[in-house]
C-alpha cells in the first residue's frame, strides 16, 4: 500500500475523524478501527490516534502479542490496524503529514520517534493477509494511485510526443 506521501501526490485526501466517547466496546471498536475510503471524493478518513512515549506502544505490543493466540481465520483488529498504519508510515515525512492531517496527535513531538515506533512494532508479529480486515481500503488505494500515477506518465509522453 502507498504510504501517506504517496497517497496525497495521487490526490488522495487524508482526513482525521474524532473518536467520540464511547459507551460499550463495540462502539470503540468501531471507531478507533473505523477506516474509511471514498473513492469518488478521494477521501481517505481515519480516527486521531494520540501517541505518547508511554501508553501507545505498550497499548499496541500487549493487544498484539494477545491476538497472536487466535485461531487464524479469527479478526485481529490491533494487528491490522498497524499494519495499516505501519504501511502509511515510511518516513518522518509521513508522521508529519499525518499529524498536519490531524490523524495523528504526536505527543512525542518528534516525528522521527513515531516512525521507528510504528515501523518497529510489527516485529514478529504474524498476521493471516488473506483476512486483513482493511483489504477493500489498501487495494482501493493501491488502484487509485496507479492510476493517477499512469495518468501522470501519460501526460508526461504526451508533452514529450507533442
Not at 481517505?44 to 505490543?61: A, G, M, S
Not at 498484539?64 to 479469527?74: K, L
Not at 483489504?135 to 493517477?148: F, G, P, V, Y
Request: proline share 4%.
Amino acid at each position: 500500500m502507498p504510504s501517506a506521501t504517496e497517497l496525497e501526490d495521487a490526490g488522495i485526501h487524508l482526513l482525521s475523524v474524532p473518536i467520540p466517547e464511547m459507551q460499550i466496546q463495540e462502539q470503540w471498536k468501531e471507531c478507533m478501527f473505523g477506516i474509511t475510503f471514498d473513492n469518488g471524493t478521494k477521501e481517505l478518513k481515519i480516527p486521531t490516534l494520540q501517541v505518547d512515549d508511554y501508553f501507545t506502544e505498550r497499548l499496541f505490543r500487549n493487544y498484539m502479542a494477545y491476538e497472536q493466540f487466535f485461531p487464524w481465520e479469527d479478526p485481529t483488529y490491533f494487528v491490522n490496524y498497524v499494519v495499516f498504519i505501519v504501511d502509511l508510515i515510511n518516513t518522518s515525512k509521513d508522521v508529519k503529514l499525518l499529524r498536519k492531517s490531524g490523524i495523528i496527535d504526536n505527543l512525542l513531538r518528534n516525528d522521527e520517534a513515531v516512525t521507528q515506533m510504528f515501523n518497529k512494532l510489527c516485529d514478529f508479529i504474524s498476521y493471516n493477509d488473506e483476512s486483513f480486515y482493511y483489504e477493500d481500503i489498501a487495494s482501493q488505494l493501491n488502484d487509485r494511485a496507479l492510476q493517477e500515477r499512469l495518468e501522470h506518465m501519460e501526460g508526461k509522453i504526451k508533452e514529450r510526443l507533442f
